[in-house]
């Protein structure tokens, strides 16, 4: 079976000289767009599925991650439920069935994701949940894109949260590599649960799934094994309206001819709420991933 190494694409560096001009500050984009399955999240996958024992794996995702677990499971040979939202992107939803796994889809106002994994996992006793991010599997996956961070010299990083566990293994790879780059986070303003947590020093859930445009980032609260590296190892968590996320969006086509998801622009979008932050600085802001319903996106930009 090949190593999650053999499997993984390089996250893909660019510099554009008009983004960097239009904004004012030394950007450099790393996106997982080209990344297998279209985000990060199939480095956690792999890994997961590579590594668990079970040879049948549920969890809940809005899409990335799931689509990501079902191309793993189906490269690893082992079978794969997703309990994904019906506001899920519809491009996200045919790639999870697309890859051969089973789709359970949920309204969330009534029925949270959770509670339905819960109720599945008792019909499927012998599957292995996988948390999309509150999972060791998980972060250790994503702690490759530190390591390749840590090969640039970058003063400052900026990277989405939602559940934290993007963020979290980044920074442990950044870590046993010695890199000092300062690593900020960015979140959706309607569902700053993540920043709330730093300022109290303690996980605060959001009361509810956040219905910000940045669909990748609607979690309830950061994971358990994920807090304790963000609370460590982040400079603050930069709250990005829904309205900056959109800009975010649009400068990413117009300006670097990428094809960002809203999550995937949050980055960009904190340095739009708080440019001042990070003048003379050398920028690196990741973008997530890249998959978004086409009637949305043509609707952003």
């Known amino acids: 079976?090949?190593?999650?190494?053999?499997?993984?694409?390089?996250?893909?560096?660019?510099?554009?000289?008009?983004?960097?001009?239009?904004?004012?500050?030394?950007?450099?984009?790393?996106?997982?767009?080209?990344?297998?399955?279209?985000?990060?999240?199939?480095?956690?996958?792999?890994?997961?599925?590579?590594?668990v024992g079970q040879d049948e794996i549920l969890t809940a995702s809005s899409g990335n991650f799931g689509q990501a677990l079902a191309y793993a499971c189906k490269l690893v040979g082992k079978k794969c439920t997703v309990v994904m939202p019906v506001t899920s992107a519809q491009v996200k939803i045919e790639a999870v069935r697309g890859y051969g796994a089973t789709v359970d889809l949920v309204d969330t106002k009534v029925v949270g994701r959770n509670e339905r994994v819960a109720q599945l996992a008792?019909?499927?006793?012998?599957?292995?949940?996988?948390?999309?991010?509150?999972?060791?599997?998980?972060?250790?996956?994503?702690?490759?894109?530190?390591?390749?961070?840590?090969?640039?010299?970058?003063?400052?990083?900026?990277?989405?949260?939602?559940?934290?566990?993007?963020?979290?293994?980044?920074?442990?790879?950044?870590?046993?590599?010695?890199?000092?780059?300062?690593?900020?986070?960015a979140e959706p303003l309607l569902g700053n649960d993540a920043a709330r947590s730093l300022k109290a020093g303690k996980i605060i859930p959001n009361e509810t799934e956040p219905m910000t445009i940045a669909d990748g980032a609607r979690t309830i609260s950061l994971g358990n094994l994920n807090w304790p590296i963000i609370?460590?190892?982040?400079?603050?968590?930069?709250?990005?309206?829904?309205e900056k996320i959109a800009e975010a969006v649009r400068i990413y086509f117009e300006l670097a001819n990428l094809k960002s998801e809203p999550t995937?622009?949050?980055?960009?979008g904190a340095i739009l709420e708080n440019k001042e932050k990070f003048e003379g600085r050398k920028i690196c802001v990741v973008v997530s991933g890249g998959n978004v319903d086409p009637d949305i996106y043509r609707t952003l930009i």
């Open 1 to 51: 079976m090949l190593s999650l190494h053999d499997v993984i694409r390089p996250t893909t560096f660019i510099r554009s000289s008009k983004l960097c001009d239009y904004i004012g500050l030394d950007i450099t984009v790393a996106t997982e767009t080209f990344q297998h399955t279209g985000s990060f999240k199939f480095r956690a996958a792999y890994n997961l599925a590579l590594h």
């Open 122 to 185: 008792v019909q499927m006793p012998d599957a292995y949940f996988a948390s999309a991010y509150d999972d060791q599997h998980v972060i250790d996956g994503n702690s490759t894109l530190g390591d390749e961070l840590s090969q640039k010299d970058f003063d400052v990083i900026i990277i989405p949260v939602g559940g934290g566990g993007l963020i979290s293994g980044t920074i442990n790879g950044l870590c046993r590599n010695g890199d000092s780059a300062r690593v900020y986070g």
């Open 231 to 242: 609370e460590k190892g982040v400079a603050d968590i930069i709250e990005v309206s829904d």
């Open 264 to 268: 995937g622009a949050l980055s960009l």
